[in-house]
């Protein structure tokens, strides 16, 4: 098992499957991309790129994005509090994803990946 995997699989519930549906998620969407251990938490890559990062911290589970700069799909979903560029969607609980705007997001994403981390 990669240290990405032990990660999620290490959490405590609910996070654990709120972890394991998110990654289920983003491998179905956008098979394209690779979960590393980077930063000791799973990012996820395209090529040599980050592209986005799941993160448990404080009673929440982030996917924050690396250019989320340029993003502009449901930028009202999105959190940026204490933040001056990354952005994220977060949830506390599994029954907060909602799969379809995450795929939105995702793809949102993926159109501006070759851009820059800043604006």
Partial sequence: MNPAEAYILDQDEPFRSILLNLQAVI???LPELTMIFKYRIPF????KTPFCYLNQSKGYVDVGFWHSAHMTVHP???????RKIMKSLRYFTLEEIEETILIEVLHDAYSVKDKGFWK
């Fill in 76 to 82: 009202d979903k999105m959190v940026t509090k204490n």
């Fill in 44 to 47: 996820y890559y395209y090529e």
């Fill in 27 to 29: 491998e179905r969407t």
